[in-house]
């Protein structure tokens, strides 16, 4: 059996992006996950393994995205 994996998106996100704090939560979550599951060797749930990989990915490049959003000037419109 394995715990669910908080989904990537949710409905509010559309309309505001996450914090920075969020997104640092979430990617802990996703490594305290990922690495509970590779650590247990009798594990033979592979979708759960795989979901939980997927998840540290995504919430990796998300606080990556916000991260380089901050430290990058806003572009000038192209005219």
């Known amino acids: 059996m394995h715990e669910s994996i908080t989904p990537a998106l949710s409905p509010g996100d559309a309309t505001e992006p996450p914090s920075k704090q969020a997104l640092c939560k979430?990617?802990?979550?996703?490594?305290?996950q990922l690495d509970r599951l590779e650590r247990d060797g009798a594990s033979k749930?592979?979708?759960?393994l795989s979901a939980a990989r997927i998840e540290f990915a995504l919430a990796s490049r998300a606080l990556?995205?916000?991260l380089m959003a901050q430290e990058l000037p806003d572009e000038p419109a192209p005219i």
């Open 26 to 32: 979430r990617l802990v979550m996703a490594k305290t």
């Open 64 to 66: 990556a995205d916000e």
């Open 45 to 48: 749930d592979l979708t759960a």
